[in-house]
């Protein structure tokens, strides 16, 4: 069975103060489940103080984002070995608003997920379409290309330490969310794009569903049998929600 994920991007948001209460508050209200495997991903100002929160306990700690180079001139950027020291064990690349705000493509994001492989993280790698181009039934023609593009090159050894969240942009932050039935549909035609790539691969990796996702959705998500998980944002930022989110699994 491929393992379930539910993990938590706290997005632009989260002081010092805020992160402590929140991480002590999700650690008060988890049992440990070999079933699922929660990941938080705090700010980056907030990486070191959700590291000692979270030491010797069953929540990973995330980036919200790396650099594809090692170390150097990039000033702003955050790298590897960066998100490593402070125990990092995961990081999100490609999320919509890297793509939409920063100008982020496939080749990129595709640099920044071998940088992260090689390096030891696991990257979960979003992809996903607008309300534009699902309405024009250009959603597998857009989605696929992205699975191409970001994972071109990989082995099948890369795939099986790669996650993939699948997450409709017009869902995002806008309170819309994908049916079951319709996130089902686009987890199985990634799947079958990761199967072109290498077939045992493909039934190994999670699809995590990203948008919108709360804890009355949930569990009609994580229902479906190609649904591996979830991207939570705006309810990862409350303890109950995000809490509720975990046990639907």
């Known amino acids: 069975m491929r393992q379930k994920i539910i993990s938590g991007n706290w997005k632009m948001n989260g002081t010092l103060a805020e992160t402590e209460v929140l991480i002590r508050a999700?650690?008060?209200?988890?049992?440990?489940?070999?079933?699922?495997?929660?990941?938080?991903?705090?700010?980056f100002?907030?990486?070191?103080?959700?590291?000692?929160?979270?030491?010797g306990t069953s929540i990973a700690l995330g980036g919200q984002d790396m650099s594809p180079h090692e170390k150097g001139a990039y000033t702003g950027d955050i790298s590897?070995?960066?998100?490593?020291?402070?125990?990092?064990?995961?990081?999100i690349l490609g999320h919509s608003e890297r793509?939409?705000?920063?100008?982020?493509?496939?080749q990129l994001i595709n640099a920044k997920a071998r940088r992260a492989l090689d390096s030891g993280l696991t990257p979960i790698i979003c992809v996903g379409e607008t309300l534009t181009e699902r309405?024009?039934?250009?959603?597998?023609?857009?989605?696929?290309?992205?699975?191409?593009?970001?994972?071109s090159g990989f082995s099948a050894s890369?795939?099986?330490?790669?996650?993939?969240?699948?997450?409709?942009?017009?869902?995002?932050?806008?309170?819309r969310t994908a049916t079951p039935e319709m996130a089902e549909a686009v987890h199985c035609f990634v799947r079958e794009k990761l199967a072109a790539h290498d077939q045992a691969a493909a039934e190994a990796v999670p699809i995590l569903y990203g948008g919108?996702?709360?804890?009355?959705?949930?569990?009609?998500?994580?229902?479906?049998?190609?649904?591996?998980?979830a991207l939570v944002g705006g309810a990862s930022l409350k303890a109950d929600e995000f809490l509720a989110i975990i046990r639907a699994v």
């Open 135 to 151: 309405e024009a039934g250009r959603t597998e023609q857009v989605v696929g290309k992205q699975v191409d593009g970001t994972l």
């Open 26 to 43: 999700l650690l008060a209200g988890i049992s440990h489940q070999e079933r699922v495997r929660v990941v938080v991903c705090p700010p």
């Open 158 to 175: 890369d795939l099986k330490k790669t996650v993939i969240a699948y997450e409709p942009v017009w869902a995002i932050g806008t309170g």
């Open 80 to 91: 590897a070995a960066m998100l490593l020291t402070v125990g990092a064990t995961h990081v």
């Open 212 to 229: 919108s996702v709360n804890a009355k959705n949930a569990a009609g998500l994580l229902r479906q049998s190609n649904i591996d998980g």
């Open 99 to 106: 793509r939409q705000y920063h100008a982020e493509t496939d």
């Open 45 to 55: 100002t907030a990486l070191v103080t959700a590291s000692r929160l979270l030491a």
